[in-house]
């Protein structure tokens, strides 16, 4: 019941409410934007958040995060171009919607959906986030290897189109960790002798370059694709929304809504894996499947509702475990580090209002985004089509410089920035994973604590990880995702060759 | 292990064991603790392992197709010498004067060929950005090595 307080404190607050106010528009207007995603600006506004207090600087990453994965909606329906990964599964049915001249209706479902999906997911991490603490109090260096572990197998396997490629990027992400001073012996690793490389690899710099630097690389082999926007309808029958058509829509959203709530609480799953799940199971389960995919209500509802469902779930494993569960979880440790909350377990004893306030912040951002969006999507549209990207790429290219520079006042910051934006680029080309790369840098100090602390407490080495059965359980599902992974992916491409022969 | 095609499995595999040999070696230069036990050098080295049995496996996966566009190649390294080149001219000639040479640039390599508006940006994207960072934010901003016109200006 800690979060009836939390909302009145946060009611109360003006400044508090206009920055989340700030952030549901600035989460929209990006997540609408093609190519450009709630993750890459959040970890150019990061340092920005440095000079916030705590909770405003949460809670504005928080709610752009928020924000951004509906804003993908706007692009989807709009542009036939996903916002972000997580709105492909919208474009399926939002696209034709809007070809019919009924673009404004298909974002007021996507928009009431988004809400009922985020609110779902909110909820679920208010309810079940003390007590999956309470829980994690419990694990032992062990388990919480084993967690790791697990986490780590996930992330690199499941998402992506190569299980090979994705858990190398993890392992990258690993190597790339343990470079500078072991925090144990102190003993220098992977610096060669360079001085800069004994602080280690910064986050914040990683960030920019993965994610913005990366992008601005990819936007350039897009110069001259300008979005053609389709009408978004002043045609008041078609484009008004009413509870008879809406209606059909409700068990899709339920069930989505707890698929994508599902999928959030995994690591590393995320947003665009719920929404196709959600999209393929309404499919399955729809009265009318023969108008998914061309222009069904349904079929924008379902997706919307999980990729914003996925927005609370994926804070549990953050807040409870200090494991990041999506790339926007990852870009916050940064935030609760620079202002010296300790993530994890003990959390909930140490900051539990701070905690609370973030989460009233969350739902208010909710209602926020869905009634700007409500009546404001096709204005963020029409804005869209107008930014120039040939001047709005440069100037995120000029600005990912000085945001990486102010991080830590340092130059050697923006050569990483720099090299990990090219290597952004060239993950994403040659089939790799930068997520699976991110978060398991931010995992490895983690995993590898934990690790050396129960070979400490081992009397007979690694047996520990087997000999305890939650350690062994999580190895196990470690194990279980990686086999079943690597088994459908051959399925789908022995049918892919059976139906090109 | 994929799903469909995916750029030349043989390259990739060679550079993931490659690396991983590289930084296994590397990895068993790290020094042992005082126990004689691996500690820091044991997840470096699970790491590097790790990388060449993945490049292993890539190896036996069959070739496909790259999906790069050698057209976009030449603007794309144009984009990262002009990244590596800025950052060096920030510490030899200090944030504004490098901003004023690298913003025009980026815009060109974008495609903006009107004078007017590159003029504007090498004036404006140095001002804007010092004005915002450096003295709204208070952060203390990179200077030149050789010179910096906030020395002329009256510093920082």
């Known amino acids: 019941m800690d979060i009836f307080p939390a909302l009145i404190s946060v009611l109360t607050d003006p400044v508090l409410l206009g920055w989340v106010l700030l952030a549901a528009v600035v989460g929209m207007v990006v997540g609408a934007i093609p190519g450009l995603t709630a993750s890459a600006a959040i970890a150019m506004l990061l340092p920005l958040t440095f000079y916030m207090e705590p909770l405003p600087a949460l809670a504005f990453l928080y709610v752009i995060g928020k924000s951004g994965r509906y804003g993908g909606s706007i692009a989807a329906i709009l542009f036939n171009t996903p916002g972000t990964a997580a709105s492909a599964a919208t474009q399926i049915d939002g696209y034709p919607l809007a070809r019919q001249g009924k673009a404004s209706k298909a974002m007021k479902v996507a928009t009431i959906s988004s809400i009922i999906g985020d609110f779902t997911g909110e909820i679920l991490l208010i309810v079940g986030v003390a007590w999956i603490a309470a829980l994690a109090l419990k694990l032992g260096p062990p388990e919480l290897f084993a967690v790791y572990f697990a986490a780590f197998i996930v992330i690199g396997s499941v998402i992506g189109k190569s299980v090979t490629r994705g858990l190398a990027s993890a392992a990258f992400g690993i190597l790339v960790a343990m470079i500078g001073l072991d925090p144990i012996s102190s003993t220098e690793r992977f610096t060669f002798g360079s001085f800069d490389l004994t602080n280690g690899i910064g986050l914040v710099p990683l960030m920019i370059g993965i994610f913005v630097l990366g992008e601005v690389f990819t936007q350039i082999e897009e110069r001259g694709n300008a979005p053609l926007m389709a009408d978004s309808g002043d045609d008041a029958a078609r484009n008004g929304l009413t509870w008879a058509e809406y209606k059909p829509c409700l068990p899709h959203v339920v069930r989505s809504s707890f698929i994508g709530a599902f999928i959030g609480m995994l690591p590393g799953l995320g947003s665009a894996i719920a929404a196709f799940v959600a999209y393929g199971e309404g499919k399955r389960r729809a009265s009318n499947p023969d108008a998914w995919g061309r222009g069904a209500l349904e079929g924008v509802a379902a997706p919307e509702a999980a990729n914003n469902a996925v927005s609370g779930p994926s804070m549990a494993p953050l807040l409870t475990l200090g494991i990041p569960g999506s790339t926007i979880g990852a870009i916050l440790i940064g935030v609760f580090l620079i202002h010296g909350i300790q993530i994890g377990p003990t959390l909930f004893l140490t900051s539990r209002d701070l905690i609370y306030a973030l989460f009233a912040c969350g739902l208010i951002g909710i209602v926020m985004y869905g009634v700007i969006g409500y009546f404001g999507a096709a204005f963020v549209g029409r804005f869209i089509i107008r930014l120039p990207t040939h001047v709005l790429y440069p100037i995120i290219f000029l600005t990912s410089f000085v945001v990486a520079y102010t991080s830590r006042g340092n130059l050697f910051d923006v050569y990483v920035m720099v090299a990990a934006g090219f290597a952004g680029w060239a993950m994403r080309k040659l089939d790799f994973n930068p997520a699976a790369f991110v978060i398991s840098f931010v995992l490895a100090g983690g995993a590898e604590e934990a690790f050396r602390q129960a070979l400490l407490l081992s009397d007979n080495g690694l047996m520990i990880f087997v000999t305890r059965p939650v350690a062994l359980l999580f190895l196990l599902i470690g194990a279980a995702a990686l086999f079943m992974r690597v088994r459908s992916l051959n399925r789908q491409a022995r049918d892919n060759a059976l139906g090109s022969a | ?156």
Do not use: N
């Not at chain 2, 790259?66 to 190649?73: C, E, F, I, K, N």
């Not at chain 2, 002009?82 to 495609?111: C, E, K, N, Q, R």
């Not at chain 2, 004036?123 to 906030?150: E, I, Q, S």
């Open chain 2, 1 to 156: 292990m994929t799903l469909g095609s995916s750029p030349a499995p043989r390259v990739v595999g060679m550079a993931l064991i490659l690396i991983g040999i590289g930084a296994m070696a590397t990895s068993m230069g790290i020094p042992l603790d005082q126990q004689g036990r691996w500690g820091a050098r044991f997840f470096p080295l699970a790491g590097s392992i790790t990388l060449v049995v993945l490049g292993a496996a890539e190896l036996r996966k069959t070739a496909s197709a790259s999906q790069m566009d050698p057209r976009h190649l030449p603007a794309i390294a144009a984009l990262l010498a002009l990244a590596v080149v800025y950052v060096w001219l920030i510490s030899a000639v200090g944030y504004l004067i490098s901003t004023a040479l690298a913003a025009p640039v980026a815009l060109w390599i974008f495609g903006l060929r009107t004078p007017l508006g590159l003029g504007a940006a090498t004036l404006l994207c140095p001002a804007a950005y010092h004005l915002v960072f450096f003295k709204l934010l208070g952060v203390f901003p990179p200077l030149g090595r050789y010179f910096d016109l906030l020395d002329v200006l009256g510093g920082y």
